[in-house]
Structures are given as structure tokens and as C-alpha cells.
T-cell receptor, first 116, second 113 residues
Framework: GDSVTQMEGPVTLSEEAFLTINCTYT??????LFWYVQYPGEGLQLLLK?????DKGSNKGFEATYRKETTSFHLEKGSVQVSDSAVYFC???????????????FGQGTILTVHP | SQTIHQWPATLVQPVGSPLSLECTVE??????LYWYRQAAGRGLQLLFY??????ISSEVPQNLSASRPQDRQFILSSKKLLLSDSGFYLC????????????FGQGTRLTVV
């Protein structure tokens, strides 16, 4: 079945440092890929997405590129802020079958802490 | 714009008591609806999804059930809670077309004591 593997955390960085959170996936067909962010005590917010190979999703300074050849969707940000401290989830949505849309398979999540 | 409401935000229930969590979506029609559970320190697990009124699919065997009495209402229930039912429950919706992203509610923190 489908699966998502994220780098284990927690990740601790100083403000303005460069961030990479690795994500690789296994899926049949051509999934859509997502990064979600969860702030303490809250639900998940969609951060960015990519729906086909070589697409780059970007939002709030975060970027991720859909790499079909390496089955990866790594999250990057050039300069993190304290306000970026949260849990980040990589996820995929299977493309096959009408009822599969929106059913997400998640990675385990990576806790990011940014210090001033 | 579309919004999703989920309540209550927190709940403490004794073992063996019933459960009812409610989720409603506004600003869209015929959404796909989902219940996920997030256990402490772990990722999210899909529990149920629904593509229409009265249509419920269960992803994992468990002590919980779901119902969709109206187009934009999704309810998670249990007749008798177990300690292992504790967790963070998230409702989500996605458009019933080929767009694939899902949007989440604020979640319910359930503690079974």
C-alpha cells in the first residue's frame, strides 16, 4: 500500500537557519503530494502541494519539489523564524479511483523548534 | 469561502461512556468527509470517510462508528469508550471532484479516564 517516510525529529534550529525536512513516498500511480503544518493544540493547515512530477509547491517561504525519479518531496526554507516552530507532516493522496481523492496517507510528522 | 467546524475542542470521558463528536462544513456541497485520529507522538490514521449521505467506509476495525445524516454533517460515535480511544480526533473535508487536498478542523482532544 501507499506509505510516506519522513526524517525523524525533533529538529532544532536557530532563527535564520536553513531548513530541510526529508520526505520520501511509495505509491502506485501518480499521487498528489502535500506538506501540512500543525501548530500546538490546533488542526492541520495545508502548507503547500504539488500534483505532478517536477511541480514546485511554495508558500510562506517554504518550497518542495515533486521528484518522481527519487520519489521524494523534501521541504525547504531558506531562513526559518521562531513562528515556524510546529509539527510538519508530509502526505500523499492516491490518484486512482474516484473515492480516493482526499484520502491522505501521512508521514509520522517532524517537530521543528526554532530558537531566537 | 468554505469553513469546517468541529466540537467539542476537548473532552474527558470515563471508560465505558458513550461518545459523540460532531463536524460540519459550510460553503460547499457534496464534500468528501473524513475522520482521522492522531495518537500521542504519532502520525495521523484515517478512521472513516464518506462520499455522500449515509455512505460510510471504515479504514480500520475499532470501537468507533461514523454517520453522515446530512450532506455537510459528519459524526463520530462510540457506545462504550476504551482507554485506547484517547487521542486527537480531526475531521476533514475535500471537494468531491478531482482536487485532492483536504482541509481540517481544529480537532478534538479526547481523554478517556
Amino acid at each position: 500500500g501507499d506509505s510516506v517516510t519522513q526524517m525523524e525529529g525533533p529538529v532544532t534550529l536557530s532563527e535564520e537557519a536553513f531548513l530541510t525536512i526529508n520526505c520520501t513516498y511509495t505509491a502506485t500511480g501518480y499521487p498528489s503530494l502535500f506538506w501540512y503544518v500543525q501548530y500546538p493544540g490546533e488542526g492541520l493547515q495545508l502548507l503547500l502541494k504539488a500534483t505532478k512530477a517536477d511541480d514546485k509547491g511554495s508558500n510562506k517561504g517554504f518550497e518542495a519539489t515533486y521528484r518522481k525519479e527519487t520519489t521524494s518531496f523534501h521541504l525547504e526554507k531558506g531562513s526559518v523564524q521562531v513562528s515556524d516552530s510546529a509539527v510538519y507532516f508530509c502526505a500523499l493522496s492516491a490518484r486512482a479511483g474516484g473515492t480516493s481523492y482526499g484520502k491522505l496517507t501521512f508521514g509520522q510528522g517532524t517537530i521543528l523548534t526554532v530558537h531566537p | 469561502s468554505q469553513t469546517i467546524h468541529q466540537w467539542p475542542a476537548t473532552l474527558v470521558q470515563p471508560v465505558g461512556s458513550p461518545l459523540s463528536l460532531e463536524c460540519t462544513v459550510e460553503g460547499t456541497s457534496n464534500p468528501n468527509l473524513y475522520w482521522y485520529r492522531q495518537a500521542a507522538g504519532r502520525g495521523l490514521q484515517l478512521l472513516f470517510y464518506s462520499v455522500g449521505i449515509g455512505q460510510i467506509s471504515s479504514e480500520v476495525p475499532q470501537n468507533l462508528s461514523a454517520s453522515r445524516p446530512q450532506d455537510r454533517q459528519f459524526i463520530l460515535s462510540s457506545k462504550k469508550l476504551l482507554l485506547s480511544d484517547s487521542g486527537f480526533y480531526l475531521c476533514a473535508w475535500s471537494a468531491g471532484d478531482r482536487r485532492t487536498e483536504a482541509f481540517f478542523g481544529q480537532g478534538t482532544r479526547l481523554t478517556v479516564v
